[in-house]
DNA sequence: TACCTAAAAGGACATTTGTCCTCCTTGAAA
DNA sequence: TTTCAAGGAGGACAAATGTCCTTTTAGGTA
């Protein structure tokens, strides 16, 4: 549920460490919005701790998350290689900790670097494969079976996000995600 | 509503017409189940001439269709990356005709052709753009608007793309997509 | 402690969507 | 022409989910 890149985060930590690397330190609060949707930045972020969402929002206000990403996951890379404005908000959780790229660093890497060429063409793969199956799942299965397989995958996923993103995660309203919940309890002690 | 990149189908042409390419030209006929899900296979695929539907089949049967996928679209190349299994299903719906790169041919050319390197990288991001607002989409809005968007976008998918198809992209059952087609009908005369 | 605010829980009802059928249409094959 | 099969259309009802509230809970602050 909250996605990583253990390969690439140790990967980035020694691009960080060598002289003249271009890799800046950022440090954001919980609850910060670093990117928002539908503009444009200069740099792109990789997490170095901490756990972040990555939402789309519509006209009504309503979010859905499409992610929630943690450490060596990267976001505002999907606007390096063209000129396009971001697609999703991104957004602290807890306190954050990133490494920011320029554009420019993150081009110059792409193209003289192999390994980090690799790494971010399977992380972009990887961000593909996970998305594909994940809204099917949720489009044929009853909510507490998307429930059950939130709670295998990641136990302890009710304390660290609030129900209001959980339901935003799933394409629910908080009305039903209690209602499941409340199901799931009295049928099982798994909850 | 049927994704295609141009570009990419305009350089592949030319990379095969190289001197020793490995590069094949493959034709399949409609309905053709070219990759199935859960396996493993060793080339990649680009589309030259068709159109084919990628989808993800859960165990009741029931089908989920992630793209419907044009001229210049790939498919086959998630896995090229690490030896993961196929998540989609791949299946040709009018006649298709494709390139075929082995995956040692397509590793040696990410390697070697930078601009390869670079419009992959790029269909990859362009996949995940992709993926992200239409899932949201179609969570916080009624089917009719999606309808009238995916008129908007290609006024002819009713003719090319089976009701049942139609149905299982927006993640419906073909009773509701009836449903709100005939509402549309006698709404306006958009439909 | 008392007060305030935001998140969480849940009642009552409306709406949407799915399920299970049946019927109709159309085009290919006998 | 008749027959058959597959796709498309839609009625009737059931189930799931959303909307709009009110109430409860918990944590921070005066």
């Given at each position: 549920m909250i996605r990583t890149n253990p390969e690439l985060a140790t990967y980035i930590q020694s691009l960080w460490a060598l002289e003249g690397s271009q890799i800046l330190k950022e440090d954001f609060d919980p609850k910060e919005v670093i990117i928002e949707q539908d503009r444009r930045y200069g740099k792109v972020h990789l997490i170095r701790e901490g756990i972040a969402k990555c939402y789309i929002s519509d006209e009504n206000g309503k979010e859905f998350i499409q992610e929630f990403l943690g450490e060596g996951m990267e976001f505002g890379e999907l606007e390096v290689f063209?000129?396009?404005?971001?697609?999703?908000?991104?957004?602290?959780?807890?306190?954050?900790?990133?490494?920011?790229?320029?554009?420019?660093?993150?081009?110059?890497?792409?193209?003289?670097?192999?390994?980090?060429?690799?790494?971010?063409?399977?992380?972009?793969?990887?961000?593909?494969?996970?998305?594909?199956?994940?809204?099917?799942?949720?489009?044929?299965?009853?909510?507490?079976?998307?429930?059950?397989?939130?709670?295998?995958?990641?136990?302890?996923?009710?304390?660290?996000?609030?129900?209001?993103?959980?339901?935003?995660?799933?394409?629910?309203?908080?009305?039903?995600?209690?209602?499941?919940?409340?199901?799931?309890?009295?049928?099982?002690?798994?909850?």
């Open positions: 063209d000129n396009y404005t971001t697609i999703c908000s991104v957004e602290s959780i807890t306190a954050l900790k990133t490494y920011a790229l320029p554009h420019s660093t993150y081009h110059k890497l792409l193209d003289t670097d192999p390994k980090f060429n690799k790494l971010i063409m399977k992380a972009l793969a990887n961000k593909i494969r996970f998305k594909a199956p994940r809204h099917s799942y949720q489009h044929s299965y009853p909510i507490e079976d998307n429930l059950i397989r939130l709670k295998k995958l990641f136990p302890e996923f009710t304390e660290v996000i609030s129900k209001k993103d959980i339901a935003n995660y799933i394409g629910i309203t908080p009305r039903s995600l209690n209602r499941a919940l409340k199901e799931l309890k009295e049928k099982s002690d798994f909850f």
